[in-house]
């Protein structure tokens, strides 16, 4: 029997079936992060994301450092996206019986610099070492007020929706890693100076991109701000593109949307095949939110500096829709990645 046809189709198939009897599940399968009520005034967050060989990362582009701090920036940026606090970090990892010492230590060596960055701290997971491909599942815990958490189902029509720093991005980066192919591997890709954690600032350069996607950072920051600001009606992380996130954010809402690519935020570096990565590129741990008409007001055009784009509305009809630069309106299909898609 073969694979569902795309994951949103496999989610929906898995959630129908994930029972939620327990009065303690406040939201689980389909959302971020699944919460949990622990007791009386505690809710906890609990989010897995694997990092798997030639699926997220290949040894031959990707750092070991990279390799490490990417695997916990995953699932760090779920919980951002509930505007919740990461406390807690398993990390289970099965490696190539062809891994060094050397890979294995650099690895850490990057997780532990985000895991600190981030205040959270690794408390166990497990080890195998296998033949195939490396394969590293981290699991985060993290807490939020109860009651107060960010989902993607409180959008409604009207509501505009934002975007966070250069979507894009990261897929640019991984553009221009592969294109210098010349250079020894990561001789040009490894962030100059102590921190490998630094913020990418606007304007985007060729060399934020290349750190977007090495380095990506977690908007936790923003995220606890939008939700204790009470600005964001719904929010979600951006890892598989624009155009399939907000499919997933506009379905658990029961609205569709509309995007004007000319709000879309376009750097400064002579890339006329902009868009496509914008929409579709994936891996770029933005913040997708969605902000009712009387609030608007109040979001600010940047955070820490980091630019916050209004690129539409959410609408009554359950499309998502693209008004193009011609100033044509077309049907936004989700191209982004699905890894039940047919290739």
Known sequence: MALFDT???FIEWLRTRASRRNHGIKAGVGDDAAVLAFGPGQEVLLKSDMSIEGVHFTTGLHPPTSVGHRALARPLSDIAAMGGTPKFALVAISLSAHTTRSWLESFYDGLLALAVQSGVALVGGDTAVVSGAITIDVVVAGEVGPGTALLRSGAR????????????ASAMGLQLIVGRPHHPRGSLIRPRGKSTTAPVRAPLTTRHAIHAHLYPEPRLALGRYLLEHRLASAAMDISDGISTDLGRLAAASGVGAIIRQGCLPKPEIGRPDWTPLALH???????LFTVSPDKVPLVPRTFQGVPLNRIGEMTKSKRLRLVGSDGK???LEPAGYDHFRKT
Not at 157 to 166: E, F, H, L, M, R
Not at 281 to 287: F, H, Q, R, T, V
């Open 157 to 168: 029509p009207g509501d505009a929706v934002y975007i966070s720093g250069w979507p894009g």
């Open 7 to 9: 994951e949103n189709e």
């Open 281 to 287: 590129g994936g891996e770029d741990y933005e913040l």
């Open 329 to 331: 309106e077309r049907d």
